[in-house]
């Protein structure tokens, strides 16, 4: 029995489910992130649906990567438009920092 993972949605892909975009879990994927690590990150979603996420992805690599790229172009359209106060974005990079080395 096949069983879908993932939706078009708003004109991009989403878990089925989930407010979750594909993107974020490519990204991390990309990045080197074992599917089980990906899981920790989002505890909305099963370990199944990470893995059908990147099976999709696999799959569908050009039509995936377009829409990454559009979500992409649209989010710093959206920055520049409307950009964060700088102690806002000093704050952000901070915890960023900080998140990323506990996980090392």
Avoid: C, W
Avoid at 78 to 98: G, M
């Amino acid at each position: 029995m096949l069983k879908e993972f993932i939706e078009r949605r708003n004109g991009s892909f989403y878990l089925i489910g989930s407010r979750v975009p594909l993107a974020l879990i490519v990204q991390e994927f990309q990045n080197g992130e074992a599917p089980e690590a990906i899981r920790s990150h989002y505890p909305t979603l099963s370990l199944e649906q990470v893995y059908g996420a990147i099976t999709f992805y696999l799959g569908n690599k050009e039509e995936a990567e377009k829409d990454m790229a559009d979500r992409e172009r649209a989010q710093d359209a959206f920055s520049r438009k409307h950009p964060a106060p700088t102690e806002l974005k000093h704050k952000l990079e901070r915890a960023r920092e900080q998140m990323l080395s506990r996980r090392s």
